[in-house]
């Protein structure tokens, strides 16, 4: 069964780093296409950025375009999130996703989230 | 960006009611619409996808429909375990994909 499990989430004094990681099961991870999204406590859901499945192109979205960076390593089957330069906005649980399709549409398989505080 | 409203924001029901929640884009995406549930402390569910087709698993009293700009999830029988916020999400334009800003379904 697809399992998607989230880490790295935690405490950071604004201006800081954290770097998030999802690593994947039960699934061919280097055939989709990912996602990371966010949503603040009690907010709806953001969408933060995408990464095609050979890497090969990602998109953010203006809240965290220059700050954040999205990756991904295929032979470990792991999603990774850099996040820079970090703001109290930024304050969210963070969900990683998976496209249901080998293009980018819906989101099928969602990991349980990390939540990331920036607080000083 | 294309923008996502739903209606109504929140809503009382009963177990066994009808429930049909709006979902409104700010420009005409054809049926690349997404419907998810989610659940308190959990992560969001597909339901539906492209407009009105039911993801695997998902129970048959749920039914999404519309096209263009305006787009409706139904809950036809309301059960216990459907109270939960649910989510619009378009794919027809991205980046950004975006979504509506929930509809929480609670108990009357």
């Known amino acids: 069964q697809v399992q998607l499990v989230e880490s790295g989430g935690g405490v950071v004094q604004p201006g800081g780093s954290l770097r998030l990681s999802c690593a994947a099961s039960?699934?061919?991870?280097?055939?989709?296409?990912m996602h990371w999204v966010r949503q603040a406590p009690g907010k709806g859901l953001e969408w933060v950025a995408f990464?095609?499945?050979?890497?090969?192109?990602?998109y953010y979205a203006d809240s965290v375009k220059g700050r954040f960076t999205i990756s991904r390593d295929n032979s470990k089957n792991t999603l990774y999130l850099q996040m820079n330069s970090l703001r109290a906005e930024d304050t969210a649980v963070y969900y990683c996703?998976?496209?249901?399709?080998?293009?980018?549409?819906?989101?099928?398989?969602w990991g349980q989230g990390t939540l990331v505080t920036v607080s000083s | 960006a294309i923008r996502m409203t739903q209606s109504p924001s929140s809503l009382s029901a009963s177990t066994g009611d009808r429930v049909t929640i709006t979902c409104r884009a700010s420009?005409?995406?054809?049926?690349?619409l997404a419907w998810y549930q989610q659940k308190p402390g959990k992560a969001p569910k597909l339901l539906i996808y492209?407009?009105?087709t039911l993801q695997s698993g998902v129970p048959s009293r749920f039914s999404g429909s519309g096209s263009g700009t305006d787009f409706t999830l139904t809950i036809s029988c309301l059960q216990s375990e459907d109270f939960a916020t649910y989510y619009c999400?378009?794919?027809?334009?991205?980046?950004?994909?975006?979504f509506g800003q929930g509809t929480k379904v609670e108990i009357k």
């Open positions: 996703a998976k496209d249901r399709r080998q293009w980018p549409e819906d989101f099928d398989y």
């Open positions: 039960g699934f061919t991870f280097s055939s989709y296409g």
């Open positions: 990464i095609r499945y050979d890497g090969s192109n990602k």
């Open positions: 420009q005409g995406i054809s049926s690349y």
């Open positions: 492209a407009a009105s």
């Open positions: 999400q378009q794919y027809y334009s991205y980046p950004p994909w975006t």
